[in-house]
């Protein structure tokens, strides 16, 4: 096949299988996005949508490399420093929002929104090893992201390029994006067919570098200020007023279940003294197989925590404030926190690696 994964100590599956599954969604996402921005709508591109566009390619391309030469990790890490460096000093805002109290202007922003990149790419990556796991959350995140991204500004009517500062996107530009991702969506579910149990087609490092790409850096070059005033030939309805920061919030929550495996993984494991660089099988979901849960319910336990942190998005609809909301995303992260610990003590000492 074409880019066998052949099985080693690590691996759930037994058999080789190609690994090329990243090459049908991520071509036709990237001819969606570059048809949609420079053929239809070249009028609103700006520097954060050229930074999404080429990032996008560069970090599919690196994908792909590294599934046909097996790159080592060094030049790995090295090559994904070097384009979120770039891309993030081109592209992303100059200062970041936390929470509404504190924000980081320069060169400490800038390290947090590599670091986030590549932490995106990275964690997504790590959790591509289960047949149809990366690919069903892959899936339910376009949607989510599409959804998201439709309903900020719900309708507009733009007969004017409208010139925006302080990093600020168009509203419309909330809309193309929309598009893309729901095609992205599309595309996978596709790509699901063969790689639902028993997989028969991997995604490979390409398809999971893209896919950790853009599900995170969204989250950095679209802050969109509702409350902002525009020209009265403009009209705009947008179902809630926010601050900026709060659409980061909301791409926070999508990557939350993605994020607390493995970072809990790498506490725990520097606590125990051992060397976080080295590959190991201690993943919540490796955990779950390895002691017999079959793939199915697996997909299903990842599927309902997704579910569960998408009532924030539902509340936010509705015009929930965002104070309710942080105290939501709380509870809600310390119950799969609490969940989590109690799974893995059950299930940790059974297995033997």
Not at 122 to 151: C, R
Request: hydrophobic letters at 55%; proline letters at 6%.
């Amino acid at each position: 096949g074409f880019l066998p994964d052949v099985p080693n100590h690590r691996s759930l599956h037994r058999d080789p299988t190609p690994r090329g599954g990243g090459l049908a969604f991520g071509i036709s996402f990237l001819t969606s996005l570059g048809v949609v921005l420079f053929y239809f709508y070249p009028q609103f591109i700006n520097e954060s949508l050229i930074a999404f566009f080429v990032g996008s390619i560069l970090v599919y391309l690196l994908g792909l490399m590294d599934d046909a030469y097996a790159l080592p990790a060094l030049l790995r890490l090295s090559l994904q420093i070097l384009i979120a460096l770039v891309l993030c000093s081109y592209g992303a805002p100059e200062k970041i929002h936390f929470l509404g109290f504190l924000e980081f202007y320069g060169w400490p922003a800038l390290l947090l929104q590599v670091f986030w990149v590549l932490t995106c790419i990275n964690l997504f990556n790590f959790m591509d090893g289960l047949d149809g796991l990366a690919g069903t959350q892959a899936f339910l995140w376009s949607l989510i992201f599409a959804f998201l991204l439709w309903v900020d500004p719900i309708h507009f009517n733009m007969p004017e390029v409208i010139e925006l500062t302080d990093n600020l996107q168009d509203p419309a530009i909330y809309g193309i994006l929309s598009f893309t991702y729901l095609s992205l969506g599309a595309a996978i579910l596709g790509f699901l067919y063969w790689n639902m149990p028993p997989a028969r087609l991997f995604m490979g490092d390409g398809g999971s570098y893209l896919l950790g790409f853009i599900f995170g850096f969204i989250g950095i070059i679209l802050p969109y200020d509702p409350a902002r005033t525009y020209p009265a030939n403009v009209e705009i309805t947008v179902l809630w007023t926010s601050p900026l920061w709060v659409d980061h919030l909301m791409v926070f929550i999508v990557w939350l279940p993605f994020l607390l495996d493995p970072a809990f993984t790498i506490i725990r494991r520097l606590f125990s003294g051992e060397n976080i660089l080295r590959a190991h099988r201690e993943h919540l979901f490796q955990l779950f197989f390895r002691n017999g849960w079959p793939v199915s319910r697996i997909l299903g336990f990842f599927l309902f925590v997704d579910l569960v942190f998408a009532v924030p998005f539902l509340l936010k609809i509705q015009g929930m404030q965002y104070l309710r909301l942080l105290v939501l995303l709380l509870a809600l992260t310390l119950l799969f926190l609490v969940l989590y610990i109690l799974s893995y003590r059950r299930y940790i000492k059974t297995v033997r690696f």
